[in-house]
């Protein structure tokens, strides 16, 4: 059974800073990862893809890398800014577990100006 | 605007009612889902229809009835809501199974019992 977990649950840092948040799951056996944003009452906004055979995938200031076979998945985030305030959820297909994603149960993030 | 779109936004009932959720995505994907939101905020799939078949049923228990008309549409109707019932139910697409495209997500139903 595939399980995710993001480290760390919460993370608050100055406006400017640059900060990874971190996504590790149980089996290698992925079809792809995915990062979503969700604010508070929102849905989720998908950020970046990575297909299993990718290393990373890079949207502005977002850069997101996979080690598919460490089960590793970080997600970069440079000169961070208040609006990156969010929870930052890490998603992955496949893992034995066919047309549906597997949370982790996300990581906090407050941007202080 | 392409999307996935959910309604209501927001549902307040009372213990014991029955009620439907609708879901619409008009990106042309042959796939849709429901997933759950708990008040811990941990996300786990409900259901799973790909091309009107039902192919994932999650242990949901079966108050929960999901009713896939065309490829299009994806609703769900809760019998006998129970206090427990209460969350955020996030419909989704994809196109097949996701694994090239990913996934979209609507926006969310708050499902209040009270």
């Known amino acids: 059974k595939q399980e995710v977990t993001q480290i760390p649950a919460a993370l608050s840092v100055p406006e400017g800073e640059n900060l990874v948040l971190n996504c590790s799951f149980t089996d290698s056996a992925i079809y792809n990862l995915q990062w979503f944003r969700q604010d508070p009452g929102k849905g989720l906004t998908s950020l970046l893809l990575i297909q299993s055979s990718q290393r990373e995938q890079t949207s502005g200031r977002l850069n997101a890398s996979l080690d598919k076979s460490s089960g590793r998945s970080t997600l970069y985030i440079a000169a961070s800014q208040p609006g990156d305030s969010a929870t930052y959820l890490c998603?992955?297909?496949?893992?034995?577990?066919?047309?549906?994603?597997?949370f982790g149960k996300g990581t906090l993030l407050t941007v202080n100006p | 605007d392409t999307a996935v779109s959910q309604t209501p936004k927001y549902l307040v009932t009372q213990m014991g009612n029955d009620k439907s959720i609708k879901c619409e995505q008009n990106?042309?994907?042959?796939?849709m889902y429901w997933y759950k939101q708990d008040s811990k905020k941990f996300l786990k799939i409900m259901f799973s229809?790909?091309?009107?078949?039902?192919?994932i049923n999650e242990t949901v228990p079966n108050r929960f009835s999901p009713k896939s008309p065309d490829k299009a549409h994806l609703n769900l109707h809760i019998n006998s809501l129970e206090l427990g019932d209460s969350a955020v139910y996030f419909c989704?697409?994809?196109?097949?199974?996701?694994?090239?495209?990913?996934?979209?997500f609507g926006s969310g139903t708050r499902l209040t019992v009270v």
């Open positions: 998603a992955v297909s496949g893992g034995g577990s066919n047309y549906k994603l597997t």
């Open positions: 229809y790909n091309n009107k078949e039902l192919i």
């Open positions: 989704a697409s994809s196109r097949g199974a996701g694994n090239l495209y990913g996934y979209t």
């Open positions: 990106l042309g994907h042959d796939t």
